[in-house]
């Protein structure tokens, strides 16, 4: 029978001979080697580097306890820094942050992902120990069980009790740094399976990346957060000498922590879309108010974004006065592009001129009466553009009413496109389906106008931003339909577009907006 060989030696089984230098090289080495192996300090299989956690700013010390009840306080600290990093990024996400369950501060985490985090045989004993310490809440169905989630699969609502996330001094969480070894290692298998798509359709739901997604992922290490700028601005902010018109200031502030962490290397891996094929990035799910804080490593000089004024109206002008431009860039809704080819454009010119212009939002806030054109803006696409066709209450259906009197064709091409069948448009049963995987059937017809605007979109800038990079633009982020520059660039850049629209599609190019950020970067 083989003889076990020992995994940790102990010191004296290194065995030392004469020999020569080389060999008494050699022998120091495995000397060395021994003492590590017997201390237990044998060397590492996987590199990995410290991870910084976000936690509720009024945590209480769980060291002792955690080390009583041996749990590790790492996976704890992941445990938590889930649930509160989940519900920020949903805070950013317009459709979950109305939702009363996001409001309540509950977030929906996948089991299977947590067991990979903080282990199998112990996930039950870490919610347990948070839970008998007052710290989080878990909802359970009626039965006890675990909820079941169809986006996640096994899933647990979770939420912090949310008197530990009472602020202070205008902060709601806390950074510590985790360096267990064993923890680190598991949040790196959980990153490489959820890359690899090994945790099947509950995750990677999206599109792989496309080969100019690629390009710019590389871009992102460049990019920082000038993080002392940030937190003066959002002091001023809590101070009251700054204004901002949101209706609520407390998802601004929280999302200061993601900034941190981009900083510290947790980059987000890019990720598309299914429905609009739109890329999302860490930038992507910041307030807009952080931009002016973001810099380039190594540019001296200010940052600008550009971007398309009032894009989706802008788009679906040019989609009603030309269908035929963008046979090639949406084979896909070939049937819709010959309906549309059908609508005349009278009245419809009125539209086409404000939208191209620049203006339809201010019209419609004038006509509306509305107090800011951010308002303008939410209602004419949400109402208008995105929302169902049959309105149940009486504002919405005004709203349909009044645009349909002054746009009668532009409605006409709108009801079009909110009303193509499964028959008519097949790609629809595979893009609109439920969390099953089941069509949604005519409940769902009104999503094609934004599926179809938002996928022009996309593919546009992916266009682009390939231009871009092709006539030496070599580092840019684009945020949906914006891009940031390094400032000694916008002319080139403003160009680039410019020239696409008008000599590569033959159609008029979009108004495009600057706004220049902050000092410039040391």
Same mark, same amino acid.
């Given at each position: 029978m083989k003889k076990k060989k020992e995994r940790n030696p102990p010191l004296s089984n290194v065995k030392v001979c004469e020999g020569s230098e080389k060999e008494k090289g050699n022998k120091k080495e495995s000397i060395m080697l021994g003492v590590l192996r017997a201390s237990g300090n044998h060397e590492r299989k996987h590199n990995v580097t410290p991870k910084t956690c976000v936690l509720p700013i009024r945590l209480p010390d769980l060291s002792e306890k955690a080390k009583a009840a041996n749990l590790s306080l790492g996976r704890l600290y992941v445990l938590l820094h889930q649930i509160y990093v989940v519900w920020i990024f949903n805070e950013s996400n317009d459709d979950i942050r109305k939702k009363k369950f996001h409001q309540q501060g509950w977030v929906n985490l996948s089991t299977i992902r947590l067991?990979?985090?903080? @282990?199998?045989? =112990?996930?039950?004993?870490?919610?347990?120990? $948070?839970?008998?310490?007052?710290? &989080?809440?878990?909802?359970?169905?009626? @039965?006890?069980? =675990?909820?079941?989630?169809?986006?996640?699969? $096994?899933?647990?609502?979770?939420? &912090?009790?949310?008197?530990?996330?009472?602020?202070?001094?205008?902060r709601r969480f806390k950074h510590v740094k985790i360096n267990e070894y064993k923890v680190l290692v598991s949040i790196k298998n959980d990153r490489k399976k959820y890359e690899s798509g090994k945790y099947g359709k509950f995750e990677n739901k999206g599109l792989p990346l496309f080969p100019i997604h690629i390009e710019m992922q590389k871009m992102l290490p460049k990019f920082y957060f000038d993080t002392d700028g940030l937190h003066e601005f959002l002091n001023k902010l809590r101070a009251g000498t700054i204004q901002s018109d949101r209706k609520t200031l407390k998802g601004l502030y929280d999302a200061e922590m993601t900034a941190t962490l981009y900083n510290e290397g947790n980059i987000r891996t890019p990720s598309t879309c299914f429905f609009g094929e739109r890329v999302y990035t860490n930038f992507s799910s910041t307030p807009r108010e952080y931009r002016q804080f973001i810099r380039i490593k190594g540019v001296d000089e200010p940052l600008c974004n550009i971007d398309f004024k009032n894009s989706l109206p802008f788009l679906c002008a040019l989609l009603i006065e030309n269908p035929d431009v963008f046979r090639q860039v949406l084979p896909d809704f070939t049937p819709v592009l010959d309906k549309l080819k059908s609508v005349q454009k009278i009245t419809g010119a009125l539209f086409v001129e404000q939208c191209k212009s620049g203006t339809i939002y201010e019209k419609w806030q004038d006509l509306r009466k509305l107090e800011t054109r951010d308002e303008a803006k939410d209602e004419f696409i949400q109402r208008i553009l995105f929302d169902k066709l049959t309105y149940k209450q009486k504002p919405y259906k005004y709203l349909k009413d009044k645009f349909k009197a002054i746009y009668p064709d532009v409605w006409e091409a709108i009801r079009i496109l909110k009303?193509?069948?499964?028959?008519?448009?097949?790609?629809?049963?595979?893009?609109?389906?439920?969390?099953?995987?089941?069509?949604?059937?005519?409940?769902?017809?009104?999503?094609?106008?934004?599926?179809?605007?938002?996928?022009?979109?996309?593919?546009?800038?992916?266009?682009?931003?390939?231009l871009m990079i092709n006539q030496g633009v070599e580092v840019f982020l684009t945020v949906h339909d914006s891009f940031m520059v390094p400032s000694s660039q916008e002319s080139q850049v403003k160009s680039i577009i410019q020239d696409f629209f008008i000599r590569r599609l033959g159609v008029d190019a979009p108004k495009l907006k600057t706004t220049t950020y902050g000092p410039v970067a040391t």
């Open positions: 067991r990979v985090i903080c @282990s199998d045989k =112990k996930l039950r004993e870490y919610e347990q120990f $948070l839970v008998d310490q007052h710290i &989080i809440e878990i909802k359970r169905a009626p @039965s006890g069980s =675990k909820s079941y989630s169809a986006d996640l699969g $096994l899933s647990t609502p979770y939420r &912090i009790m949310p008197n530990l996330l009472t602020a202070v001094n205008g009303t193509m069948t499964e028959k008519e448009l097949p790609i629809i049963q595979n893009i609109f389906v439920d969390d099953y995987g089941r069509f949604e059937g005519e409940k769902a017809y009104h999503k094609t106008i934004s599926c179809i605007l938002m996928r022009l979109e996309s593919r546009l800038v992916r266009t682009i931003a390939q």
